[in-house]
C-alpha cells in the first residue's frame, strides 16, 4: 500500500508500506493449528513411552526377588486380570465408533459412543483398585519386596493414567455439548483417540509381561 509525505523541502515522496496478512507467516504458508497440536502430542507420548519403557525395564531386573514372599502365580488371579484386559480393548473399540461419528459430523452419536468408552474405563479402574485391595488385605504391599515394588508401581503410573483419560473425556464430552463438533474439539478428539489408543498397547505389554509371563514362567 503506498501513500504520500510531506518532507522538509516542501517535496512530496510516495511510501510504501506492506500490509501484513494475520493468517500468513514469514514462510508464505497459511496456519494450521492441528499441525502442531498433533506434532506436540506425538512428542508427549514418545515421553510416556520412556517413561513406560523405564518402568518394564525396572520390572524385568527386580521381578524375581520376592525377598521370601509370595510370587505372582502366588497372587494373581488371571481371569479377573483377564476381565479387565478386555474392558479395556472393548473401549478402545467404542472410542473408534466416537471418531466414526465425529467424522459424520453427529455430535450425539459421539458423546453416546464416548460415554460408553467411559464406562468401559471405569469399570477396568474399579477391577484393579479391587486387586490393589486385595493384594493390600493379604499383606502384598509394595514395601514387601522388590517385585511387588516394582509392579505397584508400573501397574499404578498405567492406572493413573487411565484416571486422567477418563477426566479427559468426561471434559471432552461438556465441551461437545457446548460447542459441538469444531475444529478445536474435533483436535482434542483425535489427541484422546491416541493417548486412549496407546493406554490399550501399554496394557497389553503389561498383561503379557507381568501377568502372563509372572503366573506361567
Known amino acids: 500500500m503506498a501513500h504520500t509525505i510531506q518532507t522538509e523541502s516542501g517535496t512530496t515522496?510516495?511510501?510504501?508500506?506492506?500490509?501484513?496478512?494475520?493468517?500468513?507467516?514469514?514462510?508464505g504458508h497459511e496456519h494450521h493449528p492441528e499441525t502442531g497440536t498433533n506434532l506436540g502430542f506425538w512428542m508427549y507420548l514418545m515421553s510416556d513411552c520412556l517413561i513406560f519403557a523405564i518402568l518394564f525395564a525396572v520390572h524385568a531386573v527386580l521381578g524375581r526377588n520376592y525377598a521370601a514372599g509370595p510370587?505372582?502365580?502366588?497372587?494373581?488371579?488371571?481371569?479377573?486380570?483377564?476381565?479387565?484386559?478386555?474392558?479395556l480393548l472393548f473401549s478402545s473399540i467404542t472410542y473408534g465408533f466416537a471418531m466414526l461419528n465425529s467424522y459424520k459430523n453427529n455430535v450425539r452419536g459421539t458423546i453416546l459412543w464416548l460415554l460408553v468408552t467411559g464406562l468401559f474405563?471405569?469399570?477396568?479402574?474399579?477391577?484393579?483398585?479391587?486387586?490393589?485391595?486385595?493384594?493390600?488385605?493379604?499383606?502384598?504391599t509394595p514395601q514387601r519386596s522388590a517385585f511387588l515394588s516394582s509392579f505397584f508401581t508400573l501397574v499404578g503410573t498405567h492406572g493413573l493414567h487411565v484416571t486422567f483419560g477418563l477426566?479427559?473425556?468426561?471434559?471432552?464430552?461438556?465441551?461437545?455439548k457446548k460447542h459441538g463438533l469444531n475444529a478445536a474439539n474435533n483436535r482434542r478428539l483425535m489427541c484422546l483417540s491416541m493417548f486412549w489408543h496407546f493406554l490399550d498397547v501399554?496394557?497389553?505389554?503389561?498383561f503379557s509381561y507381568v501377568y502372563l509371563m509372572g503366573v506361567v514362567g
Open 202 to 206: 501399554i496394557w497389553i505389554g503389561v
Open 13 to 27: 515522496e510516495r511510501v510504501y508500506h506492506v500490509i501484513e496478512d494475520p493468517h500468513a507467516h514469514d514462510d
Open 71 to 87: 510370587s505372582p502365580a502366588d497372587l494373581f488371579d488371571l481371569k479377573l486380570i483377564l476381565v479387565a484386559t478386555f474392558m
Open 121 to 140: 474405563g471405569l469399570a477396568f479402574l474399579c477391577i484393579e483398585l479391587y486387586e490393589f485391595y486385595h493384594l493390600a488385605h493379604l499383606g502384598a
Open 167 to 176: 477426566i479427559w473425556l468426561v471434559t471432552l464430552v461438556f465441551q461437545l
